[in-house]
């Protein structure tokens, strides 16, 4: 166990019974304590993490994961609304229910898999048109944006790489009284992530940083 296999899913924590054939297929770890103790255990293509499983928590181990690895990662949870914003802003690619039909959790693991093999992500920049209210991604591709998501580019922008503090993005949307945003501010975060996913780009750069705010993980320039 913990043996490299690019080709396979990383399985962590014990599936329940109606997903052990499926977990079979990867490299199956018991726990994050077997899974971070393993030779290369940010070196696979994909992860499978169970919220239940022992050791480090469920969230924190997906944020950890996300720290060290772009590779695609599915959540699965026994409460998958309650935990459903947490574990998305940790770093999670989609959240399943733990107790789904096996059938679904491989479709959605499957569908995972395509849009990492299709990525194959250009390595140039991403650019903010301001003026145009576009984002060209690294490919060529241009995603028309919205006032609001001019603004949250633009704070990445101006913070070159670094981390933009959730407040700071708070008040740049909503100006400086704005209080209780947060709930706000993902939706707003997530609608942009959904814009450029459908305009074909499945590397997006935009990540959470946990109690801190956000940010974005490549170039992304003026244009």
């Not at 199956?28 to 070196?43: G, K, V, Y």
């Not at 924190?60 to 996300?66: A, Q």
Request: include cysteine; glycine fraction near 8%; charged fraction near 25%.
């Amino acid at each position: 166990m913990g043996e490299k296999q690019q080709s396979a899913h990383a399985w962590i924590g014990t599936p329940p019974r109606s997903l052990e054939r499926l977990a079979s297929r990867g490299v199956r770890f018991d726990d994050s304590d077997d899974f971070l103790l393993s030779a290369e255990p940010f070196e696979h293509r994909l992860y499978v993490v169970d919220l239940q499983q022992r050791g480090v928590p469920g969230a924190d181990l997906v944020r950890l994961i996300r720290r060290r690895s772009q590779a695609g990662l599915v959540a699965l949870s026994a409460a998958p609304h309650a935990q459903f914003v947490q574990v998305l802003e940790s770093g999670a690619d989609c959240m399943v229910d733990r107790l789904a039909p096996a059938a679904h959790v491989e479709a959605v693991i499957a569908a995972l898999r395509r849009r990492l093999e299709m990525a194959a992500a250009p390595s140039g920049p991403w650019k903010l048109k301001q003026e145009q209210a576009r984002l060209q991604a690294p490919d060529g591709t241009e995603i028309m944006l919205s006032r609001s998501d001019v603004t949250l580019l633009s704070a990445f922008v101006q913070a070159e790489g670094g981390v933009v503090a959730r407040a700071d993005i708070t008040r740049s949307l909503w100006g400086p009284e704005a209080t209780d945003m947060d709930g706000a501010l993902h939706a707003a975060l997530y609608r942009l992530r959904k814009k450029v996913e459908q305009a074909g780009q499945t590397a997006w750069p935009a990540h959470a940083v946990a109690g801190v705010g956000y940010e974005f993980r490549a170039p992304l320039l003026l244009g």
